[in-house]
């Protein structure tokens, strides 16, 4: 997947990775302006799957904040708005649904503007990754190889 870079103060990084052989390669930062221009320019079926993949990773973060038992309030509280992401983010992919282009990058901008204020901009971040790579990444591909 390709990192893009943007010159915000806060940034949100695709996932670090750990090797077989122990090395960890740090998650690079994320071009968002890029990633939401693009996402606004995908076709509606690629643009519906980069949203089912965002809210899918993002299911992984509840694991994460569950695994640990007791989950400790801050947690809960963390829970609470990683599913309300997933409930806008599913109910955006929803093909009957009224979303524009505009308002579907609107949306994903406002989630990551908000992970920062809840400490969940390493969850995002992934998620935007993920979603980024299966989707926008592969439509490049797509594109290059013609």
């Given at each position: 997947?390709?990192?893009?870079?943007?010159?915000?103060?806060?940034?949100?990084?695709?996932?670090?990775?750990?090797?077989?052989?122990?090395?960890v390669?740090?998650?690079?930062?994320l071009?968002?302006?890029?990633?939401?221009?693009?996402?606004?320019?995908?076709?509606?079926?690629?643009?519906?799957?980069?949203?089912?993949?965002?809210?899918?990773?993002?299911?992984?973060?509840?694991?994460?904040?569950?695994?640990?038992?007791?989950?400790?309030?801050?947690?809960?509280?963390?829970?609470?708005?990683?599913?309300e992401?997933?409930?806008?983010?599913?109910?955006?992919?929803?093909?009957?649904?009224?979303?524009?282009?505009?308002?579907?990058a609107?949306l994903?901008?406002?989630?990551?503007?908000?992970?920062?204020?809840?400490?969940?901009?390493?969850?995002?971040?992934?998620?935007?990754?993920?979603?980024?790579?299966?989707?926008?990444?592969k439509?490049?591909?797509?594109?290059?190889?013609?």
């Open positions: 997947m390709k990192a893009h870079q943007n010159g915000t103060a806060r940034r949100l990084y695709g996932p670090t990775v750990r090797n077989a052989d122990g090395t390669l740090a998650g690079e930062p071009d968002v302006e890029y990633i939401l221009t693009e996402f606004e320019q995908l076709g509606a079926d690629a643009r519906s799957a980069f949203l089912c993949i965002f809210a899918h990773d993002l299911t992984v973060a509840v694991r994460t904040l569950l695994f640990d038992r007791p989950v400790p309030d801050a947690d809960l509280n963390r829970l609470w708005k990683i599913n992401f997933m409930h806008q983010l599913t109910s955006c992919a929803n093909p009957r649904g009224e979303w524009s282009p505009r308002d579907a609107l994903v901008r406002s989630i990551i503007d908000t992970s920062f204020e809840r400490g969940l901009d390493q969850s995002v971040g992934h998620a935007l990754a993920v979603a980024s790579g299966a989707t926008i990444d439509a490049e591909e797509s594109v290059a190889a013609t």
